[in-house]
């Protein structure tokens, strides 16, 4: 009896830590599932594209931060991580090393835009200018 409860206190714990760790990896989303993200829960949305590629389109509300800057980590450290964070560039390839840069910091959650911004254009929604 008396090592029954330390081995379900153990398992308890490993098990919540598993579904925690679960919870904390980054997800690759849809254009429709990030428009739900943006309307309903306080995110961040991070466009990773050169300042250029920014300025001549973005999706609403994103803020530019710049995956080949010499800041780029500085600036994504200076961000809310009790906050889910969106990220997006042109075609998803930046947002992913993006992702890989940051999933050892401690973000409530990481969201990649599957296909970026060509293919939230693709699917009809607007960018801003």
Known sequence: MNKIIPTLFISSFLLFKCERSKERSPQLI???QM?????RDSVQ???VRTAEEFYKGHIKNARNIDFFSADFDLKMAALD????LIL???SGRRSAK?????SDKDYVFIYDLEGG???????????VK
């Open 30 to 32: 849809s254009a429709n």
């Open 35 to 39: 428009k739900e993200l943006l309307e």
């Open 45 to 47: 949305l991070i466009d």
């Open 81 to 84: 991580n009790s906050k889910p």
């Open 88 to 90: 997006y560039c042109r």
């Open 98 to 102: 993006s992702v890989l840069k940051l």
């Open 117 to 127: 911004i060509i293919q939230w254009i693709f699917e009809g929604n607007q960018i």
